[in-house]
């Protein structure tokens, strides 16, 4: 029997995965511990990013957590002092942002399908409706990711000087980035390229990767100033 097209009206059953990263030491942030650790509104980071992920309706059947080796016991003192109830997997970090998901992926190993969102622990304000948009975009295309337009001008650099670039032809990528499991999982197994940032850029010469409106909201915290932007955003009506 031929089963019924993907759509809107008829949600995917498929089981949904979410890989958590936040292995990094958060040297641009120059806290003294990592960023993701760092108080948000009276919460660390990175459990603002996993109460996200885990809203029911989103239908996440496992969160895996990626943390540096050395902090599982911080992020256990975290979770108590917060008295986190969230079920979720910790697995232990790599040397590069690819490494970090490379293992989380291979937490999933034994499951036979699915999509799997990766997605940085410090994009805590992501909104459940980006989650859900590129979960589905994946589900009915393979690879999804989410992406906003520059606002800015932009120009390329190198030693010669600089030149404008049609930004109408450029996006910022953004998380969360999703793929079927087994198309990611394939991706993480081709050599290590240090030039990668992104799991997209990991997928890209296996298939094509789909761009689902991100949201400027969506601040990765990467400096001092990006906490301040948060809390803001957090405080207002409009996060
Ligand atoms: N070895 C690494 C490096 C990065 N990340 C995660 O990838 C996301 C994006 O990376 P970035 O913002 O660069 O974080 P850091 O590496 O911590 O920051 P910095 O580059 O300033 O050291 C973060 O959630 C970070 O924790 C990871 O899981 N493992
Ligand atoms: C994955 C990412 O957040 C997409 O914008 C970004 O590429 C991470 O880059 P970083 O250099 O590790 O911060």
Redesign the pocket.
């Known amino acids: 029997m031929n089963s019924a097209p993907t759509s809107p009206l008829t949600p995917s059953t498929s089981p949904r995965f979410a890989i958590?990263?936040?292995?990094?030491?958060?040297?641009?942030?120059?806290a003294g511990r990592?960023?993701?650790f760092l108080e948000l509104l009276g919460e660390p980071v990175?459990l603002h990013t996993l109460r996200r992920f885990t809203e029911a309706a989103l239908r996440v059947q496992e969160c895996v957590v990626?943390?540096?080796p050395d902090q599982f016991a911080s992020w256990q003192e975290l979770c108590e002092q917060h008295q986190v109830t969230i079920p979720h997997t910790v697995v232990a970090?790599?040397?590069?942002?690819?490494?970090?998901?490379r293992n989380?992926l291979a937490h999933l190993q034994g499951q036979a399908a699915g999509t799997v969102a990766v997605?940085?622990?410090?994009?805590p304000l992501v909104s459940a409706a980006v989650i859900e948009a590129t979960f589905a975009a994946a589900e009915a295309h393979g690879a999804a990711i989410a992406a906003v337009a520059p606002k800015d001008s932009v120009r390329s650099v190198s030693q010669q000087g600089s030149f404008a670039l049609d930004r109408s032809r450029l996006r910022l990528v953004q998380?969360p980035q999703c793929f079927e499991l087994t198309l990611l999982q394939r991706a993480y197994q081709l050599p290590e390229l240090s030039a990668f940032?992104d799991d997209a850029s990991v997928v890209e010469d296996l298939h094509p990767i789909q761009l689902v409106p991100g949201d400027y909201r969506n601040l990765?915290?990467?400096?001092p100033e990006d906490l301040v932007l948060a809390e803001a955003l957090l405080r207002s009506s409009i996060h």
């Not at 970090?93 to 998901?101: F, K, L, N, Q, Y």
């Not at 997605?119 to 994009?123: I, L």
Request: aromatic residues 2%; without cysteine.
């Open positions: 958590l990263v936040a292995g990094g030491s958060g040297t641009r942030m120059g990592p960023k993701q990175l990626v943390l540096p970090g790599g040397h590069s942002r690819w490494a970090s998901v989380g997605h940085d622990g410090v994009r998380t940032t990765k915290i990467t400096t």
